[in-house]
């Protein structure tokens, strides 16, 4: 890992995070002794997603090579909305969930960054310093060192204009104003010179760096990293069921890793060299093994094992493994109804009063039929007979055996399964 200021930009280049520089001389010399970086994070939800992992571990590789890391929450941006990199306008968000996003993201940027130290870790919310910003003040202080000619050249609003459909709502042009006002505030209250971004905060941040020459006569710098694409083009972290989130409300620790481990061949390496924090030897070995050893898949392996054990510690990493093992036959234990329902997501499920797990129990006989893996009570005595059928992954010998509060393998789920890949979910309420 690095350990000198200097060294951050060896780091960043050999894994392929350096897009754009707005000078690269300027900026290897700013960086070659402590100084502080800024990333924006937009709090369009209560919790960051892959894309935005990539930038917060950008701040703490900087970070841990000497430099200080603010991370600028969007309280205020948040409620415009950047048209970089959209076709339509985004939907404008209330007060309140705009509050709890900010939260949210706030308490898990602690997780990634070390807040004490003499390069401490920095949160800040652009919302506490355009509060109480009025819009004459704010035209008449900001709004008069951006000419309208400059702004229409940047690729985020050049695309917008140039569709006839949507167009560009004031909202969102002024949007630019707002990012750029975020970047010549910090440099005069926190001495930050240098701005990092994904590659379509480009035109964003070189009008934060005209701004701050306008308004403070100081050289500012900006470099921005690629986008975190799969080999064809898409954003890594969508899927059919939506994005991969950091919180494990949203995300479980399982489907993250299941994520991970699932990587294509030729996109795992491109996202280690981004997401993880593994040496350059031990990347050039995995890239080996791809050819030589493809079906160890160990590159993904590694790939799933630093991430979760990154964003959700030793103990998600270790259910997320537990459950992984679960799909080949473990027995089912220690487990949460998030892990289980994450599993299992596609597996039918059948809704029961707790109730029927008091007294003598719920027959198994009954259960097999009730959750449809089988068609009738002589049919479930069959498969039990002919030891076919598992409760929680252990094999049940007895047509007499009936489901308890014990068989619960979570706080609510017990799993059925019928010979090796049949399964249904009993969920008592």
Request: net charge negative.
């Amino acid at each position: 890992m690095s350990s000198s200021p200097g060294s951050i930009l060896d780091e960043l280049a050999w894994r392929g995070l350096i897009h754009q520089n707005t000078d690269a001389d300027g900026v290897a010399k700013l960086l070659s002794q402590p100084s502080s970086v800024y990333i924006g994070f937009d709090p369009t939800s209560d919790s960051l997603h892959i894309g935005s992992l990539l930038q917060l571990i950008t701040l703490r590789r900087f970070q841990q090579a000497g430099h200080r890391p603010i991370a600028l929450v969007g309280g205020a941006t948040g409620m415009v909305g950047d048209p970089s990199g959209k076709s339509d306008e985004r939907n404008l968000l209330d007060t309140e969930t705009l509050a709890k996003n900010v939260a949210g993201i706030e308490s898990q940027m602690r997780h990634f960054l070390d807040f004490t130290g003499k390069n401490a870790a920095v949160v800040v919310n652009n919302f506490d310093w355009m509060k109480d910003f009025s819009f004459l003040s704010f035209l008449r202080d900001v709004g008069k060192n951006f000419p309208v000619n400059v702004m229409l050249t940047k690729d985020s609003v050049k695309s917008r204009l140039e569709r006839g459909d949507s167009g560009l709502s004031y909202t969102e042009f002024s949007y630019m104003l707002l990012q750029a006002y975020d970047f010549a505030y910090l440099a005069k209250h926190h001495q930050c010179y240098l701005q990092v971004g994904g590659s379509d905060q480009w035109g964003n941040i070189t009008a934060g760096i005209d701004l701050g020459r306008r308004m403070l006569g100081k050289q500012l710098f900006g470099l921005t990293c690629p986008l975190l694409l799969t080999s064809d083009g898409r954003k890594m972290g969508k899927t059919e069921r939506g994005a991969i989130y950091l919180a494990p409300e949203r995300t479980s620790p399982y489907a993250f890793y299941q994520y991970f481990l699932n990587v294509a061949d030729d996109d795992v390496l491109l996202v280690l060299r981004f997401l993880s924090e593994i040496s350059r030897e031990e990347y050039e070995s995995l890239k080996v093994s791809i050819t030589e050893r493809p079906q160890e898949r160990a590159a993904q392996k590694t790939l799933a094992e630093s991430l979760t054990k990154m964003v959700h510690g030793e103990a998600g990493l270790a259910s997320a493994q537990q459950a992984t093992q679960v799909l080949f036959g473990a027995e089912i234990e220690n487990l949460s109804d998030v892990d289980l329902l994450a599993i299992f997501e596609d597996v039918p499920s059948k809704e029961l009063s707790i109730s029927s797990l008091e007294g003598d129990g719920y027959p198994l006989v009954d259960a097999l039929v009730s959750s449809g893996l089988a068609t009738s009570k002589g049919e479930a005595r069959r498969a039990i007979d002919g030891g076919g059928i598992y409760v929680n992954n252990r094999r049940i010998e007895s047509n007499d055996c009936k489901l308890q509060r014990n068989d619960l393998a979570s706080e609510s789920v017990i799993v059925l399964r019928s010979g090796r890949k049949k399964y249904a979910l009993l969920r008592f309420q």
